[in-house]
């Protein structure tokens, strides 16, 4: 009796994408199910049909060697013979998601390794460091690979053997009417293997708990925040397994006289009010801990900025640098002596020759603006 044609048998055209051609199958499937027609050999036969045909039309080459050469194509082996898998490849492959991803998680479970895990490490560093760079070294407590056992987790002179309850899978399969539910095996926890002879330094685990050494190297110029990764330097993974990386965030300490604003630096610098008035230089503290001068202008006033042109930070992966800006504030004399009173009142009380310019601009127009509000209120 000649086979039926499998686009007629998933109830498809033949140029049926894979969207419709899944979907017929899932209807079928679940129509002709044995378990839905228990002692039905003729749903189980047509059960078999549906499975067949979507095994060869769901595979790109099989499909076209059907197309070509029809039934004939697999003549000597059928479709399992050129790399189908049968009903239950299919059902991974339909419900694998419900199920913790199929045999493709079993694969990974059969080796019974895992990556270790990553690592975060804070350290706090200077403002200077974080200007000029340092190298440091840090402790960090960690799991690394037993050395008595190289990671297997078995004692000397035996290894790992296979999961006699999951078969190397690390995941077992319970049937519950149509569906088939997957978990982790709980013999081997999903690893695959079982130690019968566990490692007396580790307890099987194939890692210790050790606290490692590491150099670290801070990079000139790196900011408050910054994320450094030591790749590899995390926990050690578990039977061979990789290991996971260690972050290294960064937190710049306040500095007691510069504020950061990216590559930029202030600085607040009081300043005596007859050097405000008269001119003259000051001396500042620069990063790198030197000294720069400053010329103060006749008549400064508090807030005036001054700019050190790449007297700032260091710029991340770069030989340039941002400026430093002083902020002055004048400061006002406190416990004068009767003699400074004295001069500080005649100054007071002199005014400025006719055609010249006051000496308090700023303080006379506040004052002229006020009156004039107060004149406008009482018209």
């Not at 694969?107 to 440091?136: C, H, K, P, V």
């Not at 790196?222 to 937190?251: C, H, K, M, N, Q």
Request: glycine share 14%; charged share 25%; aromatic share 6%.
């Amino acid at each position: 009796m000649a086979k039926p044609d499998y686009y007629e048998t998933l109830g498809v055209n033949r140029g049926a994408d894979e969207k419709a051609l899944k979907s017929a199958y899932r209807k079928l499937a679940m129509k002709y199910h044995p378990d839905r027609n228990p002692d039905d050999d003729a749903a189980e036969a047509k059960f078999k049909e549906v499975n067949e045909a979507y095994d060869v039309l769901k595979d790109d080459e099989k499909r076209a060697a059907y197309n070509q050469f029809g039934h004939a194509a697999f003549e000597g082996g059928g479709p399992g013979g050129a790399g189908g898998g049968g009903f239950a490849d299919i059902f991974d492959e339909m419900f694998g998601d419900f199920m913790g991803g199929g045999r493709q998680a079993g694969n990974r479970g059969r080796a019974g390794a895992s990556r270790g895990a990553d690592l975060r490490y804070n350290m706090q560093i200077s403002l200077e460091d974080a200007f000029q760079g340092r190298e440091t070294q840090i402790r960090v407590p960690t799991a690394v690979t037993c050395e008595d056992c190289n990671g297997s987790g078995a004692s000397k002179g035996s290894h790992p053997t296979t999961c006699g309850m999951c078969q190397g899978r690390g995941k077992v399969r319970a049937q519950q009417g149509f569906f088939t539910i997957e978990r982790t095996c709980p013999t081997c926890n999903g690893t695959g293997q079982v130690i019968e002879d566990p490692c007396q330094t580790c307890g099987g685990s194939g890692r210790v708990q050790k606290e490692k050494t590491l150099k670290v190297t801070i990079p000139a110029g790196v900011e408050d925040g910054t994320r450094i990764r030591l790749a590899g330097e995390g926990e050690a993974g578990s039977r061979g397994g990789g290991a996971g990386d260690l972050y290294i965030f960064v937190a710049v300490a306040p500095h007691r006289m510069f504020q950061r604003d990216a590559a930029d630096l202030h600085i607040r610098v009081p300043i005596p009010m007859a050097t405000a008035a008269l001119g003259g230089s000051i001396e500042v503290p620069t990063i790198e801990g030197k000294r720069a001068k400053v010329t103060i202008p006749k008549g400064a006033q508090s807030g005036h900025q001054f700019r050190l042109r790449g007297k700032g930070m260091s710029v991340l992966r770069s030989q340039a640098r941002g400026d430093m800006y002083i902020d002055v504030v004048v400061e006002t004399p406190v416990n004068l002596s009767k003699r400074q009173e004295e001069l500080l009142r005649e100054f007071q009380g002199e005014k400025p020759a006719k055609g010249e310019s006051t000496t308090s601009p700023e303080s006379e127009g506040f004052f002229s603006r006020v009156k004039e509000l107060w004149e406008d209120l009482t018209d």
